[in-house]
């Protein structure tokens, strides 16, 4: 049976991890296949910035158990440059890249930038883009976003309302898809934040809530910067992983 809390980071490639999460003489050529011993899923940031190589894209593939999900961050090509206009083929030239993954490919994430306000035409026609099947969670950073006028849209559409943890922004768990898609930024400042076993307990709490709500749970640490993300990440899975266990008991 295929988990229903998924719990991985935002990235796997980050030099500084080497000694704190990947062992010294571990090549970089080997450190996904490690990750993926660890974590069950990791969410591909470098497709924000960049078109993935085709032969980038499917080493990803070859590299992981067939069990293994990537959530793919979707170009800022289209949210931040073109902020959401003219965007088919921007749509259709990355989802033929990335569905490379075939069925490793879980969820597509589209960050909106913070300088966007609310537009909900605009959104929800961006939104129909993206292929009937296709899992997207939207990310919002400016508030105007957080309304029922947004929330309504996104259900009819099956996307997913991003949970944040961002310094200035609320957390807002509201549910508006079959799944849920958490991303973790730290509290008081972002990225680099070690999250305090007290705040992962109560992250538990949350999931174990939504898992009330929908079949899946989503869930990516972003505090990368001194090697935070995969050690809180660890922690998160012990602490839902021993929960289980006592409540089997």
């Not at 085709?54 to 961050?73: C, D, G, I, R």
């Not at 569905?99 to 597509?108: A, F, I, Q, T, Y």
Request: charged fraction near 20%; charge should be neutral.
């Amino acid at each position: 049976m295929a988990p229903r809390v998924l719990i991985g980071t935002s990235g796997w490639s980050y030099d500084h991890w080497r000694g704190i999460f990947y062992p010294p003489e571990l090549e970089r050529k080997g450190w996904l296949a490690f990750y993926a011993r660890v974590f069950p899923t990791v969410e591909i940031n470098s497709s924000f910035y960049r078109l993935p190589f085709e032969n980038m894209v499917l080493s990803w593939y070859q590299h992981t158990p067939e069990s293994f999900v990537f959530a793919a961050k979707f170009s800022r090509q289209a949210t931040h440059v073109q902020r959401l206009r003219d965007c088919q083929e921007i749509v259709q030239r990355w989802l033929e890249r990335v569905r490379l993954l075939e069925k490793k490919l879980g969820v597509v994430l589209v960050q909106l930038p913070p300088g966007l306000h609310k537009d909900v035409p605009l959104l929800e026609q961006f939104l129909r883009l993206f292929p009937e099947g296709t899992q997207v969670a939207v990310e919002f950073r400016h508030s105007s976003w957080e309304c029922d006028e947004v929330y309504q849209m996104l259900r009819t559409l099956g996307v997913a309302h991003c949970t944040i943890s961002y310094p200035r922004y609320p957390t807002n768990w509201t549910v508006t898809a079959p799944f849920a898609y958490v991303r973790l930024h730290g509290v008081t400042q972002a990225y680099d934040y070690c999250y305090s076993t007290e705040e992962l307990r109560e992250l538990a709490r949350q999931i174990r809530h939504l898992l009330r709500e929908v079949e899946r749970v989503f869930v990516y640490f972003n505090n990368d910067t001194s090697g935070y993300a995969p050690d809180n990440a660890r922690q998160l899975q012990t602490i839902l992983a021993m929960e289980s266990e006592m409540a089997r008991n």
